[in-house]
C-alpha cells in the first residue's frame, strides 16, 4: 500500500501563488508516476498534470500550463505543484494520486489517492 497526504491548501488573492504537497510512504518503490487533479464545486475531477519519478518527466494540462509546474524530491517522497498566476477557476479540492504506470489524464488509472486539500482563491 501507498500513502499519500497532501498539504498546502489555503485562500489566496488572485494573482498568488500557493505550493502545493503531496508526502508518500508505505510501499512507494511502486510509484512510477504522480498525478495531480482537481475538483470544483458541483464539477468532475480533472486532470492538472502528473511527473514520473525517475527522469523526470512532466506533463500539465492546457488549462494550467504557463502558470503550474510539477516537481519531485525524492530523498523526500514528496511531490509539489507550485501553483502562480491563480484565478478564482483554479478553486477546487487538489488531490495527488499515485500509479505504478506512466502518467495519465485518467483517474481509474491510478491506485492510491491523497485526501486532497482545499485550494480557494479571492477575485
Known amino acids: 500500500q501507498v500513502q499519500l497526504v497532501e498539504s498546502g491548501g489555503g485562500l489566496v488573492q488572485s494573482g498568488g501563488s500557493l505550493r502545493l504537497s503531496c508526502a508518500a510512504s508505505?510501499?512507494?518503490?511502486?510509484?512510477?508516476?504522480m498525478g495531480w487533479f482537481r475538483q470544483a464545486p458541483g464539477k468532475e475531477r480533472v486532470f492538472v498534470g502528473g511527473?514520473?519519478?525517475?527522469?523526470?518527466?512532466?506533463y500539465l494540462a492546457n488549462s494550467v500550463k504557463g502558470r503550474f509546474t510539477i516537481s519531485r524530491d525524492i530523498a523526500k517522497n514528496t511531490v509539489y505543484l507550485q501553483m502562480n498566476s491563480l484565478n478564482p477557476e483554479d478553486t477546487a479540492v487538489y488531490y495527488c494520486?499515485?500509479?505504478?504506470?506512466?502518467?495519465?489524464?485518467?483517474?481509474?488509472?491510478?491506485?492510491?489517492w491523497g485526501q486532497g486539500t482545499q485550494v480557494t482563491v479571492s477575485s
Open positions: 494520486a499515485a500509479r505504478s504506470g506512466g502518467i495519465s489524464d485518467q483517474q481509474h488509472d491510478y491506485s492510491y
Open positions: 508505505g510501499r512507494t518503490f511502486s510509484i512510477y508516476a
Open positions: 511527473i514520473t519519478w525517475r527522469g523526470p518527466t512532466t
